[in-house]
Structures are given as C-alpha cells and as structure tokens.
C-alpha cells in the first residue's frame, strides 16, 4: 500500500461530524462563557452606577451573580473534557463501524459506553434548549431600556415621563428604595460604555449558547448513528457466528 492509499484510509477514519461538533462546541461554549462572565460583571455595575441607592438593595442579586460565575467556570471545564471525550469516541466507533483494522472487534463494554454517551448527549441537548431560551432574557431586557433610551430624545419636553424601573423585571425586590431612572438620567445609563458593552456582550453569549446546542445536535445524531450500526454488527456477528 503506498503512502497516498494509506493516507486516504486514515483520512477515512476521521469522525468528521463529531470534528465539526467539538469545533463549533468549543466556540460556543467559549463565547457563552467569556461574554455572560463579563456581561454579568457589567450588569452589576450598572445598578450600582444608576439604579440602586443604597448596596443592600441588590445584595441578593450580586450574590446570584457571584454564583453564575462559579457555574460558568464548571460549565467551561466539563464542555472541555465532554467535548475530547466524545471527540476519541467518535474515532473509537467511526472505526469500527468502517472496519479499518481486521482484527477490530467491538465488545458489549464498548457498546455500553456509547449507549451511555448517547444518552448523556441527549439530556445536555435538552438543558441547553433551556440555557438557550434563559439566554434571551437580558437580551430582550436590554432592548426595552435601549428602545426606552431611544425614546428620550424625540420625546423633547416630556423626556422625563420615560423611565425605566428596574424593579419590574425581577431584579430588585419591590420593597427596596426608588429604583427609576428618567429622561436625561435614562440616556445616560444608554451612552454609558457598561452598558454598551454589556448589551453585544448577551447577543454573542446567546448565540454562543445557540451554537452549542446545534453541536449537540450534531453529536446527537452521530453517536446514535454509530451506536446503532455497532449494535446491528453485534447482532450480526452473533447470527453468522457457528
């Protein structure tokens, strides 16, 4: 065999979709994480800069906040070692299911662990649906302040009867101090570069958050392809065997 047929027989073995999946799984859980990190941080600043009067009106939120950046740091790690986990198994089944080495066999603890990746695949499938549509919140809470912001200005005269109270959105508890900010004050939490920043910060992270669920997709569908044609050779192997 020469060198040409032995690199297309390798190039044969590549996983290429769970390839694509890891790639597009990194990215996405790269961007969701970095940019909620510093979206988070951000957001904090916001309230304490124009919205909160006093620091134990939105002690528990800081405290939430601190918590998000603790499951950021999870969330990151386990995608890391998940990913290159599914990323061997994905060579490991891709092989035996093309049947590269003749003395390749597939055994009940190999099926097993395929099984269970399918699995696990599914229910991470389903929790970043939820992670998805949970990203969408700041982005649509950030619109209505933007559009509020935008508002002020054509408003004129009566710029000061737009206001923005962040207590109707859950963040602060209804029994804290006044938490509404109007006309010019309004504009300013708009201009401000928190703000700014913080805003594309949660659009990035929420299509973050949407690649990784198409790289789960992704993985979904590979490994019950791989797992389904092992277990068919299984049942194959054991027909023919006398």
Known sequence: MGCFECCIKCLGGVPYAS???????????ALFCGCSHVALSGTLTILQSHFSKKATDHDTLAEIIQLMHYAIYGIASFFLLYGI?????????TSAVKELHSEFKTTVCGR????????????????WLGVFGAST????????????CAAVKPAGADADTICVDVRQYGIVPWDKGLTSVCGTKLSDVCNSSEFYLSYHLYIVACAGAGAT???????????TYNFAVLKFKSREDCCTKF
């Open 19 to 29: 390839l694509v999946a890891t790639i597009l799984c990194f990215s996405g859980v």
């Open 85 to 93: 986990i599914l990323l061997a198994e994905g060579f490991y089944t």
């Open 112 to 127: 097993c662990i395929s099984g269970l990746f399918v699995f696990l695949t599914y229910i991470l499938g389903v929790v």
């Open 137 to 148: 919140v700041p982005v649509f809470l950030f619109y209505n302040i933007w559009s509020a």
């Open 213 to 223: 669920v198409i790289a789960l997709l992704i993985y979904m569908m590979a490994t």
